[in-house]
């Protein structure tokens, strides 16, 4: 059964940095996509980044384009999500997720089968 767990969530002030990571256990990382997504409450769920199976590929959404970087190592089957410059609209629980095998990873999600429990982010002074 695909897991995964997030860790490296805090609180944190305005212009502060956190790393996120994502760890798969109980199957080879390679051969998925991974997503990060985040919701704040009271608001939908938001595709923030996504990292194809070889890492040659990513994207981010607009709103943290050029501030966060997503990376993977897949010999340590985990995925990291480093972010700079966090602004207090950044603040919400992070999930990473897995699309189905070999899939492509989604901007929104849809169809992911594999989520993981959620980290929360609190950028505030």
């Known amino acids: 059964q695909l897991q995964l767990v997030e860790s490296g969530g805090g609180l944190v002030q305005p212009g502060g940095s956190l790393r996120l990571s994502c760890a798969a256990s109980?199957?080879?990382?390679?051969?998925?996509?991974i997503g990060w997504f985040r919701q704040a409450p009271g608001k939908e769920r938001e595709g923030v980044s996504c990292?194809?199976?070889?890492?040659?590929?990513?994207n981010y959404a607009d709103s943290v384009e050029g501030r966060f970087t997503i990376s993977r190592d897949n010999a340590k089957n985990t995925v990291y999500l480093q972010m700079n410059s966090l602004k207090p609209e950044d603040t919400a629980v992070y999930y990473c997720?897995?699309?189905?095998?070999?899939?492509?990873?989604?901007?929104?999600?849809?169809?992911?089968?594999?989520w993981g429990q959620g980290t929360q982010v609190t950028v505030s002074s």
């Open positions: 997720a897995a699309p189905p095998f070999l899939r492509p990873c989604s901007p929104t999600g849809e169809g992911f089968g594999s």
């Open positions: 109980g199957f080879t990382l390679d051969y998925y996509a």
């Open positions: 990292i194809s199976r070889s890492g040659g590929s990513t």
